[in-house]
């Protein structure tokens, strides 16, 4: 059916909203009450082309989870255009917490160290933008307690140990890295630029840096997948002329010495181990759903599968709630703003997450990945960590979900350090990754030490993506890697077989840990 735009615009209201997106009208009010970011967002669109506000979050294929019927029908042409220049609803001349500040960032120059790039995003960002991504849970204690952790340990360092070199050089499931972090999977980056996940991609692969892609990603995976290793291949082919010209120029001068042209010499691709990417998985209340998600991240070559289990429910998202509540407040939806308050609304529908998830259906999620690693993402004790391993997974991710889920769950590292204390077996048999508060490339040598495989680090990369693009996610993969690289020169090891639990102090930390009862209170 086509549809005008003066038949559309009389739907802008709690009881009839309509919106436009990529030209095909949408009948959204059923979905008010279930909308993941409240009715206020999609009343300001009511009556209105949405296309440029949904790309910024969600992927395409979320519209075929709306509601039957939905689908109105498309809006001819002559009105599209016209809706394109109309601004969004508002009920008064007051901007909406969710618009973005009008200052830009600072000079990239000016970013030395991982946090800094905060500061520049919140010159850049939207209200709503920031706090999708500082939010935590409940008073944000797990959140705290994630960045006090890495100064609870200190190093031990050698001296006199030849220091002119250092690698950090190790693998990942199997995979060549060119150092021990990856970035974390990070949902709706469309929210922190207008690039979203295939430019945030991009700027891994121009620094070796292996990735995490998260099931809620703004753009669809394949397409994410295309520019990372789009940009991989181009890379490769510019540094292999390169590398080509060079030997033949070398070759040039040392025919009279060997008797032939050909050059020698380790060439610059060997040097940086090419990076991949890896899929984070949310499992679905509908296995179907999940099972065609697995299928299409191994069909678009993704490497791995990291299935979140510390969230069959979303935690108490408190910043969230109050800017939703403040956002329906201003659109005079009262009743809206209450339950935005005791969680009604959140940044995930609740198909997302499926409560009833166990240890049973690792079968017939591992059946839908086929071969490859499969990794348990939000392990939070050493019980869980030999269950992993005894349900066959290479892998599990030490992790309280940057602190937005449990109130006062442990952090990466005192879980680490449980595991060596009660399971230090599980060492040699799992790959072992950490997660949660990482601001310092140095301290990634810590977790290393301990016995982490590598660390993941997220909300540095979603602030330097949002204030800079892909150029700030490659200045925050250098600034980690001169930390690290400099870390290791100090710390008296050349490689990272060298860095060993003795190197490091986790004392304080120690104290943390928990304890089995010896005795009943």
């Given amino acids: 059916m086509l549809l005008n735009a ?8 709690t009881s009839s909203c309509w ?3 990529h030209g095909k009208v949408y009948d959204v009010t059923p979905y008010l009450d279930q909308h993941p970011g409240g009715a206020a967002i999609l009343i300001k669109q009511g009556g209105r082309d949405a296309t440029s506000e949904f790309r910024t979050v969600h992927s395409q294929d979320v519209l075929d989870y709306l509601p039957k019927g939905s689908y109105l029908g498309t809006l001819d042409a002559t009105a599209a255009s016209s809706l394109a220049t109309l601004p969004p609803n508002t009920p008064s001349p007051t901007p909406a917490p969710s618009a973005s500040p009008a200052a830009g960032p600072p000079h990239i120059a000016h970013c030395i160290t991982a946090s800094d790039f905060e500061s520049a995003a919140q010159a850049t960002l939207s209200a709503n933008a920031l706090s999708y991504v500082s939010s935590s849970a409940n008073a944000g204690l797990s959140l705290r307690a994630n960045l006090d952790s890495w100064s609870r340990i200190s190093f031990r360092p050698r001296v006199l140990r030849d220091a002119r070199r250092a690698s950090p050089r190790t693998a990942i499931l199997g995979c060549a890295a060119a150092f021990p972090f990856y970035a974390s999977p990070m949902g709706q980056l469309g929210r922190s630029h207008a690039g979203a ?4 991609v991009r700027g891994l692969a121009r620094r070796g840096a292996h990735g995490l892609v998260s099931t809620e990603s703004s ?12 940009e991989l291949r181009m890379m490769r082919g ?3 002329a390169e590398a ?5 120029d070398r070759g040039k001068e040392d025919k009279d010495k060997d008797g032939d042209g050909d050059g020698d010499g380790e060439s610059e691709v060997d040097d940086f181990p090419p990076a991949h990417l890896h899929f984070q998985l949310y499992v679905n ?11 299409r991240a191994k069909a678009a070559g993704f490497r791995s599968l990291w299935i979140t289990v510390d969230t069959p429910v979303l935690g108490k998202r408190t910043g969230d709630r109050r800017l939703q509540a403040a956002e329906a407040l201003e659109m005079g939806l009262e009743r809206e703003a209450e339950q935005a308050g005791f969680g009604r609304r959140s940044h995930a529908p609740a198909s997302l997450l499926a409560p009833s998830l166990s240890w049973a259906d690792l079968a017939w ?3 839908a990945w086929g071969d490859g690693p499969v990794v348990l993402k939000g392990i939070q004790c050493a019980e869980d960590a030999r269950l992993a391993l005894e349900h066959g997974c290479a892998g599990i991710l030490l992790s309280n979900h940057g602190g937005r889920q449990a109130h006062t769950a442990p952090d990466a590292l005192t879980t680490l350090l449980e595991i060596r204390t009660y399971a230090p077996d599980l060492l040699g048999q799992l790959e072992i990754y950490v997660d949660g508060g990482l601001r310092d490339g140095a301290d990634v040598l810590k977790a290393v030490c301990l016995g982490a495989t590598a660390v993941g680090v997220g909300r540095p990369f979603f602030y330097a993506f949002g204030a800079y693009g892909a150029r700030g996610v490659e200045r925050c993969v250098d600034i980690l890697v001169e930390e690290l690289v400099l870390g290791m020169r100090l710390l008296g090891i050349r490689s990272l077989d060298e860095a060993r639990p003795d190197r490091v102090n986790a004392s304080r930390l120690l104290n943390k840990m928990w304890r089995p009862e010896t005795s009943r209170l």
């Fill in 285 to 295: 209340t509908e296995r179907s759903i999940t099972v065609a998600r697995i299928k």
């Fill in 244 to 248: 080509e010209a060079a030997a033949g």
């Fill in 19 to 21: 919106i436009v997106i």
């Fill in 6 to 13: 003066t038949e559309l615009a009389k739907h802008n209201t």
């Fill in 238 to 240: 510019q540094v292999g």
């Fill in 197 to 200: 996940e295939a430019e945030f």
């Fill in 365 to 367: 999620i591992k059946e």
């Fill in 219 to 230: 753009v669809p995976l394949e397409e994410i997948a295309a520019a990372f290793y789009g």
